[in-house]
């Protein structure tokens, strides 16, 4: 019933305006053409990023191919930290002062371009990423080449379609097709680009333009195939797939321990990020402080330098050792932390797989160890946990399921890669709430993940919602006079001010609980400015409600001060979280009435 009402309504829709249809089908027709170049495109810059990491790499550690962690174990301790460390601040003043947008994972950025960028991406973009990332991977950055490719091949697919004078409606399906062909090319899977672009990238999309991503992912994938050949990105040995059903009580929890691994992967990135941010040294050295670090890191083991495939590829194989992997857990995320915290580009898919092998080769060989009737694939476990914390790190379990079949070409594992992955970005999702890159976004100020319109908040200023009518309190306030104020007064929170009348801390009533008692028997103990709190968030007066929100967010607080920058210290309002989302309920219940209208 429901086909043939969709077919009556297609023959009404063609029989009242003919033109208005044929336009439309040429310009679908039109962008699947479109879609097939940018899949050659990104192919070829596939191709050629992936040639030009062979390059640096030969070029820094000597050598012609082969392994490349042989190559690094075989240099001097004093090469292991020069070469990443002479590539940072080489790298440094590039990202800094030509191409900002290369700094860091890459995958964001066209999440941003999307959604809050009407699908343009600069075209210097892909050229500056491709040759940033290639010579910090040639030099061992430890870091993954797939968030960049997605990058690159979102740039070539903005590029296309700015040529072509897409509408701004268009553009994102160009860019998601670029970004797909990207993964497609650089693991030989066009089902993992394609899915990776509409459960990652996209936020939103019409059904029909799915074609369009799948269309650039199979014609990128066939021609990484000419490039290379036609074989699996990751080398599984061994009995594969589910050999007893009761095995499903091991990758389930398993899956929760790889959420785990994820989230503690996530926060030391931003973590580490948050720590440079804090160094008082120009942006563009940092870089080469990353590098330096890196390579005390790789003195231990430098297997933690590079992508990593080479020890995945141990894992697959069952030949990694229980001790080592363990090891390779904590520093892996060390050395990624500290590349990407810098400002190092590079992605996280990379590190995600080389924890999530290692894990799986934690679980399977400790399980063994303790039980050895268990009998237990290492390999098996180690394709499940490279699933499971990539589902984590990414919250997209459907890609990551797919993406580890995909790439071991092992198609009998479904159901113990369902248990792992799902167990992992539920455990994330309610222990955490975001993906890597929904947090590198929330850092930018912008939320994608909350359900809102950002667009409504970047459009309010903090001036258009705070309170101007407040009270304050002087740091050298008794107790008595904090008691005799609140009594009289309707304000929970009070900035505290000094004598020249700058905001030194704040005082709200849960400050004053732990005096109470020693307040009481001596009143003339306490003053305000030991009990208020010293480390206050403010708010600018020019910033919008988007930006408080990210503040709001980070911050255990309901109300900040907002401060104008002109005169330092200076309060002229409080913004409260109430007020905020008061605001933005306002703006649904209006935005219901007129859909309903």
């Not at 997209?396 to 970005?425: D, H």
């Not at 305000?528 to 503040?551: F, H, Q």
């Amino acid at each position: 019933m429901i086909t043939g009402m969709s077919r009556r309504l297609v023959s009404l829709a063609r029989q009242r305006s003919p033109r208005r249809w044929h336009q439309a089908r040429l310009r679908y027709i039109g962008l699947l053409f479109l879609a097939v170049l940018v899949g050659v495109l990104a192919a070829g810059g596939a191709y050629l990023f992936r040639e030009l990491i062979l390059l640096f790499q030969e070029l820094f550690w000597g050598g012609e191919g082969g392994n490349f962690l042989e190559t690094v174990r075989q240099a001097p301790w004093w090469l292991v930290l020069l070469v990443p460390t002479a590539a940072g601040l080489a790298v440094g003043p590039v990202i800094t002062f030509f191409a900002p947008e290369a700094r860091g994972p890459g995958v964001p950025e066209v999440i941003r371009a999307i959604t809050v960028g009407k699908g343009v991406m600069r075209r210097r973009v892909a050229v500056f990423k491709a040759l940033v990332t290639s010579l910090l991977l040639g030099a061992g950055a430890s870091v993954g080449r797939e968030g960049p490719i997605v990058q690159i091949g979102a740039s070539v697919g903005s590029t296309i379609g700015g040529l072509f004078k897409l509408t701004p409606e268009m553009l994102p399906v160009l860019l998601a097709s670029g970004a797909a062909a990207g993964i497609a090319a650089t693991f030989n899977a066009p089902l993992t680009g394609a899915l990776f672009a509409m459960e990652v990238i996209l936020v939103e999309i019409e059904v029909a333009y799915m074609a369009h991503i799948i269309v650039a992912a199979v014609t990128a994938s066939a021609l990484s195939r000419f490039f290379w050949g036609h074989f699996a990105a990751f080398e599984l040995a061994g009995p594969t797939g589910l050999q007893k059903y009761w095995e499903l009580l091991i990758y389930a929890p398993m899956g929760v321990l790889a959420g785990l691994v994820a989230i503690a992967f996530i926060r030391s990135v931003f973590g580490a990020d948050m720590f440079f941010e804090r160094i008082p040294l120009p942006r563009w050295v940092k870089p080469a402080i990353g590098g330096l670090l890196l390579g005390l890191i790789a003195l231990i083991t430098p297997d933690v330098l590079g992508v990593g495939y080479e020890t995945v590829n141990l894992a697959l194989a069952g030949h990694l050792a229980l001790g080592l992997a363990l090891l390779l857990i904590v520093l892996k995320i060390a050395a990624t932390s500290v590349c990407i915290g810098s400002g190092m580009s590079g992605g996280i898919m990379g590190p995600s797989f080389f924890l999530g092998a290692a894990l799986g080769t934690v679980v399977s060989l400790g399980l063994n160890a303790i039980d050895p009737t268990l009998a237990l694939h290492p390999q098996n476990y180690a394709v499940a946990g490279m699933a499971a914390v990539l589902a984590g790190t990414t919250l997209a379990p459907i890609t990551a399921l797919f993406t580890a079949v995909e790439l071991t070409m092992s198609y009998g594992g479904v159901l113990p890669l369902m248990a792992a992955c799902i167990a992992s970005a539920l455990t994330v999702r309610l222990l955490f709430g975001y993906s890597a890159y929904e947090m590198k976004l929330l850092r930018q100020g912008v939320n994608i993940v909350r359900g809102f319109d950002p667009d409504f908040l970047a459009e309010l200023a903090v001036t258009e919602v705070m309170e101007t009518r407040f009270e304050t309190l002087h740091e050298d306030a008794t107790f008595l006079e904090v008691l005799n104020k609140a009594a009289a007064s309707r304000y929970p929170h009070y900035p505290v001010l000094d004598d020249a009348g700058k905001l030194v801390g704040m005082l709200s009533m849960s400050d004053l609980r732990p005096h109470i008692k020693d307040c009481l028997l001596k009143p003339a103990s306490r003053r305000v400015r030991d009990m208020m709190t010293r480390t206050v968030v403010t708010v600018d007066n020019g910033e919008t409600l988007n930006e408080a929100l990210i503040k709001f967010e980070f911050t255990p607080v309901s109300c900040l001060p907002v401060i104008d920058p002109k005169r330092p210290g200076e309060v002229v309002g409080l913004l409260k979280k109430d007020a905020l989302l008061m605001a933005l309920r306002e703006r649904s219940k209006r935005t219901r009435t007129l859909s309903g209208m």
